[in-house]
């Protein structure tokens, strides 16, 4: 059932902001915009995830997990239809980008059901896995969809697409269907192959306790998936504004793909030497990748894309492992804190284990969702550089 859930989620971030930066780079926008179109999906999806966070364990995996699935279905087909109208009003894509903020919501449902199901001591491993395997989505979708708006999927439904200068027909719309009977399997899929655990029950009263403890570690995961999810969605356009001559689309999906493997390779690293520690040296990288960046921009000079790569992938990888470890180490202290706190009240093993899992859940939800603000931070920030 975990499997599955896992797969459902890398199915739905598809539809998160890889496909709007991949349509974006071809309409007729202005820098400013097409940066405000990618980012808004992070504003959306972080503001959802706050309820989000507290569903699975009041309706369910199973029954949230087809209904968030489903919904999902309605962006792309929108998307689609809006890309083939080039009048579409820019106010139309605002909305759809919000819309799409629903696919990053999941994962914050999707972490807290994953923590039913592993022990402590495999955490880290099982957040890691399912984390990574969640973000390759975006690595996908930049890896797919500059290679399905050429290829005429959906001419049985009147979908030409627009001829090119060197002879090759390319359809927008494509890059967004494509996902949609994807989405469909998986809503199917969900419904037949999950199960909804009655264990795992608890109203937002039992799980309001965690919010007293969320700050500190919040602002962590803030710098390690934040940074992660807006490097995923500005980095290709970024790069096009800075470095316009290089065809970043064929080499976008690197960055992505490299962070979502490294956050498995996190969550498992983290339950052997400590989530604090592999955290802490984690930080130390990120920060002098951060530093070097900034030497690789085109200033006074034109800049040097190979050395701009090379840094912006080792930001992907210290993004996905900081947030493996972070999230191994939020797992532990959580179910320590709680295991603590109902013993000093004279609570049983068994209600101090139950009650450690079901807030450990919700705090893993709703630390997601502050993370995931810094997305749009980042991607405004990218804005402003590049303007």
């Not at 890309?83 to 999707?110: D, E, M, W």
């Not at 592993?118 to 890896?143: D, E, W, Y």
């Not at 962590?220 to 504004?241: E, P, R």
């Not at 705090?363 to 550089?385: D, P, T």
Request: net charge positive; hydrophobic share 55%; glycine share 10%.
């Amino acid at each position: 059932m975990t499997s599955l859930k896992t797969s459902i989620k890398t199915i739905t971030y598809l539809s998160d902001t890889g496909c709007l930066e991949i349509l974006g780079a071809s309409l007729n926008f202005t820098t400013d915009q097409l940066f405000l179109l990618t980012a808004l999906p992070s504003v959306s999806g972080a503001l959802l995830r706050v309820p989000y966070s507290f569903m699975v364990p009041i309706f369910g995996g199973r029954r949230w997990t087809v209904f968030s699935t489903a919904i999902l279905i309605i962006p792309c087909v929108w998307l689609g239809i809006a890309v083939q109208n080039p009048n579409t009003p820019f106010g139309i894509f605002i909305v759809i980008a919000l819309l799409c903020g629903f696919a990053g919501a999941n994962f914050a449902s999707s972490m807290g059901n994953i923590s039913f199901f592993f022990p402590k001591a495999r955490q880290g491993s099982a957040l890691g896995i399912n984390g990574g395997l969640g973000n390759l989505g975006v690595s996908m979708m930049q890896l797919v969809a500059p290679l399905v708006i050429f290829v005429p999927v959906f001419a049985f439904l009147g979908v030409n697409g627009v001829p090119q200068a060197d002879g090759s027909v390319m359809s927008l719309a494509n890059a967004a269907w494509i996902w949609v009977p994807l989405l469909a399997i998986a809503t199917i899929a969900a419904w037949s192959g999950m199960n909804d655990i009655a264990s795992s029950r608890a109203s937002i009263t039992d799980q309001l306790p965690v919010c007293l403890h969320l700050w500190l570690l919040s602002l962590l995961y803030l710098a390690t998936f934040g940074s992660f999810i807006g490097f995923s969605a500005g980095f290709a356009m970024l790069a096009k504004t800075q470095f316009p001559d290089v065809n970043i689309l064929r080499l976008a999906f690197f960055g992505p793909f490299i962070g979502a493997i490294a956050r498995s390779v996190g969550g498992a690293i983290s339950d052997k030497f400590g989530g604090v520690r592999v955290t802490l040296i984690n930080f130390i990288f990120m920060a002098i990748f951060s530093a070097l960046l900034f030497l690789t921009l085109p200033g006074t000079g034109s800049g040097n894309f190979i050395a701009f790569y090379a840094v912006f992938m080792g930001l992907f990888l210290t993004a996905g492992l900081g947030s493996g470890s972070t999230f191994q180490m939020i797992a532990v202290i959580f179910r320590q804190i709680t295991i603590y706190r109902v013993k000093m009240k004279g609570g049983s093993d068994e209600q101090a284990q139950r009650e450690a899992v079901t807030e450990t859940a919700a705090a893993l939800s709703f630390i997601s969702a502050i993370g995931a603000v810094s997305g749009f931070l980042f991607r405004r920030r990218l804005a402003c550089r590049s303007i």
